[in-house]
């Protein structure tokens, strides 16, 4: 009984596809049945609606003082569309032929009435193209095959047939398709390359069906052509050109098919049966003699510290001043640790700004909340952004939408620091942009903006710090060994270095105060 069970386990998981194509396969095996199943829902709808029609012409016919008694018939509910090719308005006309003579509709309605019939299971489009006289039907003696004649002949005059022998000569099998599926769609494509399936012969200048021929020569060769599988293509390919018909391209290829598939089945199952003999071999109380559990008894012959030949006394093991790389204890090396790996963490140092006078506004767009303006604190010595809890609340951000931290956080003076998650924002300033992860802290000033947020958004030049410009300061009271006053340092800097020009309410201050201190420093 278990074996049972784990054999239907098994073979429901052989039979879920993992490779790419075989899912894309499946995929479009389960949209041709939906397809299937709402064209007969359709028709299905057709049918009920088609009865009215029915009963209502029967009526009109007792009315006038017939005496006929009343049936149902169906009318076409599935419309021909206005951008239809040849090969499906030829599907559309089948379906519409087999549903009148089901109905028996042709012996029953007048000509205006099978007129009114094929009008209700056209486009509107095609109703107006009518209507207009495009199409040149004459109402009073045109019957549906010959309305349906000229409407085939208008398709084609609008259709270049160029495009759909293109489409037939590069036209291949795709993968998964059947050779049956594989040959009636080019016999659909053929159809509507616009070849005479029975032109006069050039040379008994009569319709002999030479046309027929050529057209078997061209599916012949398009279907050899076109196989994906080259082993079955090297089979057809053996057989002698004189002796390589359509009709035998056809039996080869679908007796190789199905023995590939055969072969493929019978392989499955027999890996299927290895399974559970595997499985099976096993019994309570017996010592397995497969390759691992040798293994494991030489385990149990080893070092648990070193790794070599077990040691008579324990102190006698080389390894026991030895640091472990990965757990960090002493005792044992690190291919012998049974302890979890260390995940390894960036440690991001987050800077100090002492004044809180030089906030810069910026437009953050942080998380999938919208784009605000928020005050943030250049910090060049951050290696991080950084955002608090309450600020991210304010933007419209919720802290359970974080991603999980793993990053390790300390503050100037290497104090590790709380990370409750991290977020992604986009800075813009000026026309610039920088996208960055914001580290959320449950307590802080504010936001800090890392050196090399300020460098993308244009705060501080790139490779900050170098000099950037040298400046002459002179003042009036220079000639009198008196230093210029910090006001008019900082005025002389913003004309000197247009880089930091006040604008859009950024403060420039903070660099002017930090050249004015390193001068006095």
């Not at 005792?331 to 790996?341: D, I, N, V």
């Not at 290696?383 to 802290?399: H, N």
């Not at 900050?464 to 220079?478: A, F, I, M």
Request: glycine share 6%; with cysteine; proline share 4%.
């Amino acid at each position: 009984m278990p074996n049972t069970r784990s054999e239907g386990a098994m073979k429901e998981e052989d039979q879920t596809p993992t490779d790419p194509v075989q899912l894309m396969m499946a995929m479009m095996k389960e949209m041709k049945e939906e397809a299937k199943r709402r064209e007969d829902q359709l028709m299905r709808q057709l049918q009920e609606q088609a009865q009215d029609f029915a009963a209502a012409l029967q009526r009109n016919r007792g009315n006038a003082g017939g005496s006929t008694k009343s049936k149902k018939m169906d009318v076409p509910v599935l419309k021909c569309p206005e951008d239809i090719n040849l090969a499906d308005f030829r599907d559309w006309q089948q379906r519409f032929a087999d549903y009148t003579e089901v109905q028996k509709i042709m012996e029953e309605c007048t000509l205006s009435g099978r007129q009114s019939l094929l009008r209700s299971g056209l486009d509107p489009a095609w109703t107006k193209l009518w209507s207009t006289g495009i199409l040149e039907i004459d109402d009073r003696k045109d019957d549906i095959n010959d309305i349906i004649k000229k409407i085939l002949h208008y398709i084609r005059e609008h259709r270049n047939p160029l495009l759909d022998r293109k489409e037939f000569l590069e036209r291949n099998q795709h993968a998964g398709e059947s050779i049956d599926v594989y040959y009636s769609a080019l016999k659909s494509i053929d159809e509507s390359c616009g070849y005479d399936v029975n032109p006069t012969c050039k040379v008994c200048d009569d319709a002999c069906g030479h046309g027929d021929e050529l057209q078997q020569e061209r599916l012949r060769d398009r279907l050899i052509c076109g196989l994906k599988d080259q082993a079955i293509q090297q089979k057809v390919l053996a057989i002698p050109f004189k002796d390589l018909t359509l009709k035998k391209a056809l039996e080869v290829c679908r007796v190789e098919a199905a023995s590939k598939e055969t072969q493929a089945s019978l392989n499955k199952s027999e890996r299927q049966v290895n399974r559970l003999k595997e499985r099976s071999s096993y019994k309570k109380g017996k010592i397995d003699n497969n390759p691992l559990s040798k293994s494991a008894q030489k385990a149990d012959e080893r070092c648990s510290n070193c790794g070599r030949k077990k040691h008579q006394k324990p102190d006698q093991c080389w390894a026991r001043d030895k640091d472990c790389n990965n757990c960090g204890k002493t005792g044992h090396l690190k291919h012998m640790c049974r302890s979890e790996p260390k995940k390894e963490v960036n440690r991001m140092t987050i800077g100090q700004v002492k004044t809180s006078d030089d906030l810069v506004k910026i437009t953050a767009k942080i998380g999938n909340a919208d784009h605000q303006e928020v005050e943030w604190l250049p910090d060049t010595g951050a290696e991080c952004d950084v955002i608090t809890a309450d600020c991210l609340k304010k933007v419209g951000t919720k802290v359970k939408d974080l991603r999980k931290d793993k990053a390790e956080l300390c503050g100037p003076d290497q104090g590790r620091l709380k990370s409750l998650g991290k977020v992604t924002a986009t800075l813009e300033r000026e026309g610039m942009k920088y996208k960055t992860e914001l580290h959320v802290l449950e307590k802080g000033t504010g936001p800090i903006l890392s050196k090399a947020g300020c460098i993308a958004l244009g705060l501080i030049p790139t490779g900050w710090p170098h000099v950037v410009n040298k400046l002459s300061l002179s003042s009036p009271d220079e000639g009198q060994g008196q230093s210029p006053p910090g006001t008019m340092v900082q005025k002389q800097i913003i004309e000197r270095v247009p880089q930091v020009k006040r604008q859009n309410g950024c403060s420039p201050w903070w660099w002017c105060q930090k050249l004015e201190r390193m001068s006095q420093g």
